[in-house]
């Protein structure tokens, strides 16, 4: 397995990490328009950094490197 740096994945990791952040930094507006109010707040940030680390293995280009890596284990040769 050999790590690349790709300019295009870093941008798309910048806009998921942005997206991300903003849902962390405005849960309660999020939650009360689009859900349930108070109950799903914690949902919200939650999902919300999951999209922030996310963004940042796709950012720094890893996503292709831990894909490989189960596909690797689950199909064994």
Do not use: E, P
């Given at each position: ?74 199909f064994k040769h």
């Amino acid at each position: 397995m050999d790590w690349t740096f790709s300019i295009g994945w870093m941008i798309i990791g910048l806009i998921i990490v942005a997206v991300s952040g903003a849902a962390v930094v405005n849960y309660q507006k999020i939650s009360d328009h689009m859900l349930s109010g108070i109950s799903s707040y914690d949902r919200v940030k939650f999902w919300g950094i999951i999209g922030v680390g996310l963004g940042l293995a796709i950012m720094m280009n890893l996503h292709t490197l831990i894909l490989t890596a189960l596909v690797n284990i689950v199909f064994k040769h």
